[in-house]
Structure formats: structure tokens, C-alpha cells
């Protein structure tokens, strides 16, 4: 199974981007999908997560507001839509599904259960 991370790039603050995750030769169906985010010399730091069967969402407190977590058409597909960017969202953005993660463990990294290869966002002041 191979994930992959897109859409990242180069913009300027106050600019958004879409990122994309796809998942080959697997659903997302049944799975809670997360997006975190590494920048230099820094932990990996949570983003947004999505329950797939529910919808439900949660955001890190950093992009609450700014950054949407969706689901896409097509069941291996998860979007992530990043508005009003800032340079401090600069980073590495990963995505990884977890089969078994209760709510209050959406945040931790560790609970997920495979990462793929990030697409890095740039945000210029």
C-alpha cells in the first residue's frame, strides 16, 4: 500500500493551497485519516484528522479556522484545504490512516498506523 501526500508549493501569507492524500489498492473506509505537519528542527506536529464512517473532524488549535479536512469522492482520497497561510505553516505535511484510534488519541502521531512521503508547503512573508 502506498500513500501519497500532494499540493504542496511555494506561496505567499494570506494565500491557500489544497493538499491531497491518496491512498493505492486501499480505501479509506473505516479508517480515521490524519494530517500532520514537520517543520525544520521541530516535532511532528498534528494538523487535522477525519473519521471516515462519521465525518467528524478535529483541527490542531494552531489552524482552527484556517485549514478544513474533507473527504473526497472516491473512497482512498482525503483533502486538505489550507487558507489564510502563514510562514509559520511552513512544513513538511504528511498523511496516515489509523484503523483503531479512539477521539481523544486523534493527535498523536504514534496512534496512526502508516505514513507516506510529504509534499512541502512554503509560505513566504
Known amino acids: 500500500v502506498q500513500l501519497q501526500a500532494s499540493g504542496g508549493g511555494l506561496v505567499q501569507t494570506g494565500d491557500s493551497l489544497r493538499l491531497s492524500c491518496a491512498a493505492s489498492?486501499?480505501?479509506?473506509?473505516?479508517?480515521?485519516i490524519g494530517w500532520f505537519r514537520q517543520a525544520p528542527g521541530k516535532e511532528r506536529e498534528f494538523v487535522a484528522a477525519i473519521k471516515w464512517s462519521s465525518r467528524h473532524t478535529r483541527y490542531g488549535d494552531s489552524v482552527k479556522g484556517r485549514f478544513t479536512i474533507s473527504r473526497g469522492n472516491a473512497e482512498n482520497q482525503v483533502y486538505l484545504l489550507m487558507n489564510s497561510l502563514k510562514p509559520e505553516d511552513t512544513a513538511v505535511y504528511y498523511c496516515a490512516p489509523g484503523r483503531r484510534i479512539i477521539t481523544s488519541s486523534q493527535t498523536m502521531a504514534d496512534q496512526y498506523d502508516y505514513w507516506g512521503q510529504g509534499t512541502e508547503v512554503t509560505v513566504s512573508s
Open positions: 489498492e486501499r480505501t479509506f473506509s473505516g479508517y480515521v
